[in-house]
């Protein structure tokens, strides 16, 4: 080898490795999401928030849950959020009853074996609940499932509005009603499609409906949801995830989806939720006007 042709090789080595070193601090973050509007509102300001600080982003927000968990730990997605009883249920298969704080270390154990970091948890719970028309619930003196629980048992009749899946799961209405030791009669549940429940509760086809918590459509339509008092349901806290080596690298990523996280709690994003859904309103728009809000960018 001749040392013209090894002096081209070096500079060709070298200007590799410069590409492959400048690749790597301005890295690409591919951000997922899931189908349904809350999905697409945290992927947006997440989306929003990363280029603002300098990272270039690829957005894919139009995922099933089970195909964007695959995605993220086969390397294909990077960051998205997950709910953390998703993961705890569905993706680990721990059947125990855990409190929120249980479920968030379980998990966060549990998916770090497998290159995943669990950030900061938000106090966005989107977890099943049971709603009822607020002027209703206030005159029946209820507020927690189990005032509906002792209402029926004197007597009083409720139909309910449910999902066919909550309905017949092992771990539904059943257990549910069994817990808090009430049934509502086999006439008065009414199966229906899970987006129908709320249109049915708002036009006062049911009295009570199935929904879920940080659903947009809940202070639209003028709704209250009932505690869940004993502690049926699990913690379904709405978490940025991240793949630990993207972490390692970018940990100012890290930094930034923490900050996003501690503004989000039920409230917050039932309203951005209910922009979006009732109001119409455009997921970027309504993205970025949140973060200007807080002070997330400028």
Do not use: C, H
Not at 171 to 183: A, W
Not at 186 to 213: C, E, F, H, P
Not at 257 to 268: E, G, I, P, V
Not at 281 to 296: A, D, H, T
């Amino acid at each position: 080898m001749t040392d013209r042709i090894l002096a081209r090789l070096l500079i060709t080595l070298s200007l590799v490795l410069g590409f492959m070193g400048s690749a790597s601090a301005n890295s690409n973050i591919v951000v997922g999401g899931k189908k349904f509007t809350e999905q697409q509102l945290v992927a947006e300001m997440t989306s929003q928030l990363l280029r603002a600080n300098g990272y270039s982003v690829d957005k894919r927000a139009d995922l099933g849950s089970s195909v964007l968990r695959a995605a993220q730990e086969n390397g294909q997605v990077d960051v998205y959020w997950e709910y953390t009883g998703t993961s705890l249920v569905i993706y680990n298969k721990v059947t125990d009853k855990l409190n929120a704080d249980e479920t968030y270390q379980r998990i966060s154990t549990l998916d770090a074996q497998k290159g995943i970091t669990w950030l900061n948890p938000s106090k966005a719970n989107n977890t099943y609940a049971f709603a009822m028309r607020k002027d209703e619930a206030e005159k029946e003196g209820i507020v927690s499932i189990s005032d509906l629980a002792q209402n029926i048992g004197a007597g009083k009749s409720y139909k309910f509005a449910s999902n066919a899946e909550f309905f017949s799961r092992t771990d539904g209405l059943r257990p549910l009603q069994d817990m808090y030791q009430f049934e509502f009669e086999r006439k008065n549940v009414v199966r229906m499609d899970g987006g129908l429940t709320y249109q049915a509760l708002r036009d006062g086809q049911v009295n009570v409906a199935l929904v879920l918590s940080t659903d947009g459509r809940i202070p639209a339509f003028g709704f209250v949801v009932l505690k869940d008092d004993k502690g049926f349901f699990p913690s379904y806290a709405l978490t940025p995830v991240i793949r630990t080596e993207v972490f390692k690298e970018n940990p100012k990523v890290g930094e930034l989806l923490n900050a996003l996280s501690s503004k989000l709690d039920d409230d917050t994003i039932a309203g951005l939720n209910s922009r979006v859904d009732v109001g119409r309103e455009s997921i970027e728009s309504v993205s970025r006007e949140f973060l200007q809000q807080n002070k997330l960018i400028q």
